[in-house]
């Protein structure tokens, strides 16, 4: 079974450009995650998607940040203007929907964003 | 609200010593647990998992048992290698919309 595919692995840009991940998650996963890892830190969430649907976007910064899940599969994460504090890495998660103990996220390498 | 501590790290240990990295939660309801860990240059991988009280999660020589009395799930291992150097993290599952409320993480660091 194929993981959780994420590309670029490695972006480097400027401040005020902007960026834009890509995620494939695990086939028949119906939730899609995406998490802002900064270094030292645990992930923290940014957006939550069961299907194409958003479920959770409450701490995604609105203003520079959107996200997308057409058609319920892939996903693209976008940061436009990126800012200095952006640098981190982005990484995506996929979740059957599956209740109780069977609910487990399985995580994509990453894509580690540098932002000079 | 919920939440997750973690023992700060580096852990420096000689290779075949004995490994306890302490994790400890705060949370409303009856969270599920996990420990994750995230090797060099790699995603996050799911290490052990325990969805109830006294329940041990266990996994590659690793072991964690959820405490409830105690509000604890600590990770052992009773003898490391080299290869199990990596950043090891704690997170606890919100039963309401599966989300992970992550610890810091334990950066642990074995010597030949």
């Known amino acids: 079974e194929a993981g959780v595919a994420q590309s670029p692995r490695y972006k480097i840009i400027e401040k005020r450009q902007s960026v834009a991940f890509w995620c494939n998650p695990i086939?028949?996963?119906?939730?899609l995650y995406w998490y802002q890892q900064i270094l030292g830190q645990g992930p923290k969430l940014l957006i939550q998607?069961?299907?194409?649907?958003?479920?959770?976007d409450s701490q995604l910064p609105k203003d520079r940040f959107s996200a997308e899940r057409l058609k319920g599969v892939d996903s693209t994460l976008k940061i436009q203007p990126a800012k200095l504090e952006d640098s981190a890495v982005y990484l995506c998660a996929s979740s059957l929907d599956e209740g109780g103990g069977r609910n487990i996220q399985y995580f994509g390498a990453g894509t580690r964003l540098s932002v000079l | 609200g919920n939440s997750v501590t973690q023992m700060e790290g580096p852990v420096t240990l000689s290779e075949e010593a004995f490994l306890t990295i302490n994790c400890t939660y705060t949370a409303t309801g009856y969270p599920s647990l996990f420990w994750y860990v995230q090797y060099p240059g790699e995603g996050l991988q799911l290490l052990l998992k325990?969805?109830?009280a006294d329940d041990k999660g266990s996994n590659k020589g690793f072991e964690a048992t959820y405490r409830k009395e105690t509000t604890s799930f600590h990770l052992e291992k009773g003898s490391v290698q080299v290869s199990d150097s990596a950043v090891y993290f704690c997170a606890l599952r919100k039963d309401s919309n599966y989300q992970l409320i992550w610890g810091a993480g334990t950066k642990l660091i074995i010597k030949p």
């Open positions: 325990a969805t109830k």
């Open positions: 086939s028949g996963h119906a939730t």
């Open positions: 998607f069961q299907n194409n649907g958003v479920v959770d």
